[in-house]
């Protein structure tokens, strides 16, 4: 701060009476108007103004002046670089806030395909799953189909078991009786 040379030209010219000195292309803040109206002297009273003291009283005031304005340049530097820091961390805030942001939303999306992934999964297995079962019921529905065929054929088996048992019953009882009735 300070450092770097200023390239602002200042001009210094004594008025008539060379009691003022007038500078041009400067401007002052109040403080240092103030400042530059304290009396230098120890004694505190101004001293009466003389043509070889006015020279003096120029240079002093030049160099006041510009020790003045190299005060002011350095504040203004200061307030400047303290802006510019701010900005820098409202800058870096925001743009961690955007990055947090893009994360929070990568995250969200990721978390949404996953239960997408899940739903679909679970649907999947719920349609495979009444597949199955109507699978079953159209076996359990055969198995019975087949169940009451074999029990039927059965049923027929077993009267034409009965039927033959009782034609066969009566032929031998015929053949036996006719035998029987030979050989008496």
């Known amino acids: 701060m300070g450092g770097g040379g200023s390239t602002r030209r ?14 041009k ?9 103030d400042r530059m109206k304290e009396p230098s002297s120890p004694g505190g009273r101004p001293q009466p103004p003389h043509r070889s003291s006015s020279a003096v009283n ?11 304005l190299a005060l002011e340049q350095a504040r203004r530097d200061s307030e400047a670089q303290k802006r510019r820091l701010k900005q820098e961390q409202a800058y870096v805030r925001d ?6 942001e893009r994360e929070r939303i990568s995250s969200n999306e990721h ?8 739903r679909a999964a679970t649907e999947e297995e719920r349609q495979k799953a009444q597949r199955f079962a109507k699978q079953l019921e159209e076996k359990d529905r055969e198995l ?3 169940d009451a065929y074999y029990k039927e054929q059965l049923a027929r088996l077993e009267e034409r078991s009965a039927q033959f048992y009782k034609v066969t019953t009566e032929q031998y ?12």
Do not use: P
């Open 10 to 23: 200042v001009t210094f010219e004594a008025d008539e009476n060379e009691n003022i000195t007038v500078v």
């Open 25 to 33: 292309g400067v401007r002052l803040s109040d403080s240092v108007i």
């Open 58 to 68: 120029d240079e002093e005031l030049k160099k006041r002046i510009a020790e003045e």
């Open 95 to 100: 743009e961690f806030g955007k990055i947090l």
């Open 111 to 118: 978390l949404t395909r996953a239960i997408l992934r899940e």
């Open 144 to 146: 019975k189909k087949h």
């Open 173 to 184: 009882q015929k053949a036996a009786d006719e035998v029987s009735a030979r050989f008496k």
